[in-house]
């Protein structure tokens, strides 16, 4: 009985420690463009948006297409044609490595 207390205590400790760690984290704000909307609904629904900045100086067109189909078939993302296109565009545009590179 005692260990399981003991268990039990430790886990809340646990616990209480993660409200802080996620409290301080800070929105994720993207440029705006068209196709923001369907990045923020369709992407944000299922993951965090820093994805996007992190990845972004190792994305070219074709891998954010590979990864926005990944999304769809592999794990099932509920993502119309309309907003895998629309959602290509914005992150080519806006977050893409060969866009960075044309823009230096």
Known sequence: MEA???ALAIGL????MAVPAAAQEKP????AG???EQVQANCGACH???YIQTNSPFMTSATWDAE???MIKVFGAPISE???????DYLKANY???HVTENR
């Open 4 to 6: 399981s207390m003991r």
């Open 13 to 16: 400790v646990t616990a209480l």
């Open 28 to 31: 994720v704000t993207l440029k």
């Open 34 to 36: 068209p196709g923001l």
């Open 48 to 50: 965090s948006l820093d």
């Open 68 to 70: 926005i189909g990944k």
């Open 82 to 88: 309309a907003d895998a296109r629309a959602i290509g």
């Open 96 to 98: 893409g490595a060969d």
